[in-house]
């Protein structure tokens, strides 16, 4: 089990904070763990510190300016072996790793955090010209490093209106959405659970949909081979 501490922009513009209990599966763990503590979102107040941010506050994002309307965290814990866990490592992304300015310094981020990918034929075979990659997927121990921190890292995600990118240190980064995830599981209790994390969420269409494709290094690779 993993403590959760989640807050929700509800529909009176009131905010919902709580702390919540609930399994160390990736379901939970993806909605809480992309940025580490410290990581700078830009707003339309300037750049803050991702654990100074709250529910209502606006940002900018590839869909226009948005309100966040839920905010998760939990907490990476070194030297924990929970073979069902997926928080068992960090990714470094040193600065320049991608080109100049991307990022434009050094970036922590936790297992979920996913970002843009594009490639000049991808718009021939996919229709599109860019799709979401895990972040990890990317590490070539050299600018991109899987790191395990000796002492606890407090990591988050958030959530706007509608799924779309956010610019974090010039590197594309995507918002909350649990995508198919949430439909693999059969469960009504952890279904219920899981969505008593959102406050601001009726049912499970409440997250709408996503505005990209979700792959894989992988995948990718694999298509651009073919």
């Known amino acids: 089990m993993r403590k959760y501490e989640v807050a929700a922009l509800l529909p009176d513009l009131s905010i919902a904070m709580k702390q919540q209990i609930a399994p160390a599966l990736p379901l939970f763990e993806e909605a809480c763990s992309a940025f580490a503590r410290g990581t700078l979102i830009q707003t339309l107040r300037g750049p803050i510190a991702i654990e100074d941010l709250l529910p209502g506050d606006y940002i900018q994002t590839s869909r ?21 866990s997926g928080i068992g490592s960090l990714t470094r992304v040193t600065a320049d790793a991608l080109g100049l300015a991307r990022p434009g310094i050094d970036l922590l981020l936790g297992p979920s955090a996913r970002m843009v990918v594009s490639r000049a034929r991808f718009r021939a075979l996919l229709g599109q010209d860019s799709v979401l990659v895990p972040v990890k997927d990317e590490a070539d121990w050299d600018r991109i490093v899987p790191v395990t921190p000796a002492g606890g890292v407090q990591l988050y995600h958030l959530m706007v209106q509608h799924h779309a990118t956010i610019k974090v240190s010039g590197l594309e980064l995507e918002t909350y959405h649990p995508g198919k995830a949430l439909h693999a599981v059969t469960g009504p209790n952890l279904r219920a659970l899981f969505l008593s994390m959102f406050d601001n969420l009726s049912e499970i269409q409440d997250f709408g949909e996503l505005s990209m494709t979700r792959s894989s290094r992988e995948a990718v690779d694999n298509l651009m081979a073919s």
């Open 64 to 84: 226009g300016t948005q309100s966040i309307t839920w905010i998760g965290s939990t907490t990476y814990v070194p030297g924990v072996n929970c073979e069902e």
